[in-house]
């Protein structure tokens, strides 16, 4: 189970979550394992495939240490994907190289619907508990572990389209065509996260985050309906302790800035921004009721250093001296990019956000 706060040599992550001071922002980045490091394609080169990489918790482990050994992160991340859930539904998930997911099995039917069910959380992602309880080990309290997963309607799109999409024709059809089905397979969704991140919580994940990356392709009555609903359901259903011991809750609507107050009273401690909202704004939006995680470009990794100086500070100035910011990039880091750069934005953040602290 979890370790005591205490345990931790760092927790600037889970305090800033609580909207407690911090002696300078933490940081960590959204897809900060991934292909832009050198020693992160090494691995996945042994291991043969992104899902083999996934389902061998010691390679899994591995990678996820990776980014917290090379940069002075305040957090690490589990290294697996949101497509489990999906793949271990039956819709049979595979990576073909160069190119996206793929499912063998889509929804294509309300029977296809209708014939779903929980998967088993030990028997079919096991594989992840595993990769949380092996990092965690591993990490020796360094620094606290997020664990994660999709949104229902995220998880949706993937299942219905059979993968990634432009336009989401299939997917948002269905709210239409057939909105009692969509509910259907949403709630069953809602159910399955929670459990999938309650097992996470179980197997040690000291927070954890809900990706949401398709909630902006919604009209904003549908991303009520059939996004946030389905979010507020898993933040009511998910086992995650009381009081201090509460493992807090991130939710990620990617493109959603629109609807930032609903998003608060879901029953998350954060709400993670993407950089179309200002962190000032947001602020003053939400109040006190939440903290909030982001949201610097990840495109500005591609300009010269004093444009990522620039945007660091912007940032850790835009949010200003009071608890409860977590930097983040506004979406994932691109495979792309150079690792020194994600380097110099991170110690910008910390170098401004000490000083920020230490005068205020
Ligand atoms: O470092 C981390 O953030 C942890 C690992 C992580 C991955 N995927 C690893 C991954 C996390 C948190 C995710 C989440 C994820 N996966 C999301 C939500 C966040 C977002 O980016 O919007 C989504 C939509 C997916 C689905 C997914 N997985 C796609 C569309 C792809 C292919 C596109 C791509 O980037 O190649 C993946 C593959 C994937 N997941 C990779 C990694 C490191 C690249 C696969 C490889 O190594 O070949």
């Known amino acids: 189970m979890n370790a005591p706060l205490a345990a931790l040599a760092n927790d600037r992550f889970l305090r800033a979550l609580k909207r407690q001071p911090v002696d300078r922002t933490p940081v960590w980045i959204m897809r900060q394992a991934g292909r832009y490091l050198p020693e992160y394609r090494a691995t996945r080169a042994r291991a043969g495939?992104?899902?083999?990489?996934?389902?061998?918790?010691?390679?899994?482990c591995e990678v996820s240490l990776q980014p917290v050994d090379r940069f002075p992160l305040d957090a690490a991340i589990l290294f697996s994907d949101i497509l489990t859930i999906p793949d271990a539904m039956g819709l049979g998930l595979s990576f073909a190289e160069g190119e996206g997911p793929r499912f063998a099995r889509p929804l294509r039917s309300k029977q296809d619907i209708d014939r779903l069910g929980l998967p088993d959380m030990a028997s079919d992602l096991g594989y992840v508990t595993d990769a949380v309880r092996m990092i965690r080990h591993e990490l020796h309290g360094r620094v606290p572990l997020i664990g994660f997963s999709g949104s229902p309607w995220t998880?949706?799109?993937?299942?219905i389209e059979g993968g990634?999409?432009?336009?989401?024709?299939r997917a948002k059809s269905l709210l239409w065509d057939?909105?009692?089905?969509?509910h259907r397979l949403l709630a069953l969704l809602a159910r399955t996260v929670a459990a999938y991140l309650g097992a996470q919580i179980a197997a040690g994940a000291q927070a954890v985050m809900v990706f949401d990356t398709w909630g902006g392709a919604l009209s904003l009555p549908h991303y009520h309906e059939f996004s946030l609903r389905y979010?507020?359901?898993?933040?009511?259903l998910l086992p995650r302790?009381?009081?201090?011991a509460r493992v807090p809750l991130i939710l990620f609507s990617k493109g959603c800035g629109h609807s930032l107050e609903a998003q608060a009273e879901t029953g998350a401690d954060a709400i993670g921004l993407d950089w179309t909202i200002a962190l000032d704004d947001a602020r003053r939006r939400v109040g006190d009721r939440v903290a909030l995680q982001g949201n610097v470009d990840p495109v500005v990794l591609y300009a010269g250093t004093s444009a990522i100086?620039?945007?660091?500070?912007?940032?850790v100035h835009d949010f200003g001296p009071?608890?409860?910011?977590?930097?983040n990039l506004g979406h994932g880091i691109h495979p792309t990019m150079d690792p020194e750069k994600l380097r110099l934005l991170i110690d910008t953040v910390h170098r401004e956000s000490a000083a920020l602290f230490a005068s205020a």
């Open 178 to 182: 057939d909105p009692a089905s969509a």
């Open 322 to 327: 009071h608890p409860g910011h977590v930097f």
């Open 164 to 169: 990634g999409s432009e336009h989401f024709a």
């Open 241 to 244: 302790g009381d009081g201090a």
């Open 155 to 159: 998880l949706a799109c993937y299942m």
């Open 309 to 315: 100086r620039a945007e660091a500070i912007r940032a």
């Open 49 to 60: 495939s992104f899902m083999k990489l996934c389902q061998t918790p010691e390679l899994a």
């Open 231 to 236: 979010l507020r359901e898993v933040a009511a």
